[in-house]
């Protein structure tokens, strides 16, 4: 009894020494973390012009007014396309997402519009992607589904434009002709239910904006929740009507969104001194390298390409 006491003892002792040992040798390391860096001066049409520099590798750019990011149009992830198996992938990637894939028909080919919304690791954000399919085999139609869409060339690319609101709050306006119009606000945190997409389509002619709304329709959407004028479709996307990825469970959006919740708090108290989002990213990446991965990574875990 006596050796197993004294046992304990000087197990107790050699834990309180290595723990004194670990905070003496840290305290500089975090005293030089809350030191602010001594960063190059430049202005700021300086500093949008590097960020676009270190974005555009990853398909992105900034809008400074806004201080979002948004995909690009000649981004490398045009050419992966679209498909339910993204979706799948999203919420063990640390993306919680809500999903609202609308399918249909016109012409000779099969569409494909999408809308998300929601925490894309350390940024809340909003996308509309338009895709399609060539003329489908038997097979395909079976599987249509499990297909990956390819985007729009340029000549069929829609008019788009989107309002994110997160609890009544706009963050974010985004207009334009475009396969994937997106935006994304770093170091924000939302979950997906406070957050509400407007979005506006403009078709090319009348019979393929009626197409869309029968496919709105298939997909649960009454004429209450949409307004129709012409040839423009605006779409209220608050709650998604179809069914959402099996991956995304009650258990694997908890876990995911409270390492999400900690990593945005993380990012705040890191770059909290600094004005410009340049500024911050070269200071996450100094002091948190782990977290600047993360944000590295959005664009290339969103199509299951390089995801360390």
């Not at 992105?60 to 979002?68: G, N």
């Not at 994937?180 to 509400?196: C, I, N």
């Not at 945005?264 to 977290?291: F, I, Q, S, W």
Request: charged share 30%; proline share 4%.
């Amino acid at each position: 009894m006596e050796l197993g006491y004294a046992f304990f003892l000087l197990l107790t002792y050699v834990i309180l020494v290595l723990l004194g040992i670990f905070v003496y040798e840290y305290r500089d390391t975090w005293r030089k973390r809350r030191q602010p860096l001594q960063l190059p001066m430049m202005t700021d049409q300086e500093k949008n012009h590097k960020l676009n520099e270190l974005l555009k590798p990853v398909g992105f750019a900034y809008d400074s007014r806004q201080d979002i990011f948004y995909s690009r149009m000649d981004s490398w992830q045009r050419k992966f396309g679209y498909g339910r198996i993204y979706d799948e992938a999203a919420a063990p990637l640390n993306m919680i997402i809500d999903c609202e894939p609308v399918y249909f028909e016109y012409e000779d080919k099969k569409w494909l519009i999408e809308f998300w919304k929601g925490q894309y690791g350390i940024t809340t954000g909003g996308e509309v992607g338009v895709y399609y399919l060539p003329k489908r085999t038997l097979a395909e139609e079976i599987l249509e589904p499990e297909l990956v869409y390819r985007a729009v060339e340029d000549e069929e690319m829609l008019r788009i434009q989107t309002v994110l609101w997160k609890n009544g709050r706009r963050l974010y306006y985004r207009r334009g002709y475009h396969w994937w119009l997106t935006g994304f606000v770093l170091g924000e945190y939302a979950s997906p239910r406070e957050l509400e997409l407007d979005i506006e389509l403009t078709f090319p002619n009348a019979p393929m904006r009626d197409a869309f709304l029968e496919g709105l329709h298939r997909a649960g959407y009454e004429d209450r929740e949409l307004n129709v004028q012409g040839n423009v479709v605006w779409i209220h996307f608050s709650k998604p009507h179809t069914r959402q990825p099996m991956t995304r469970t009650r258990l694997i959006s908890a876990v995911k969104q409270m390492e999400n919740r900690c990593n945005c708090r993380l990012y705040r108290r890191v770059t909290g001194n600094y004005d410009h989002t340049y500024e911050k990213l070269l200071v996450l990446k100094r002091r948190a390298p782990g977290l600047y991965r993360k944000w590295e990574q959005l664009g290339r875990s969103r199509f299951l390409n390089g995801e360390e």
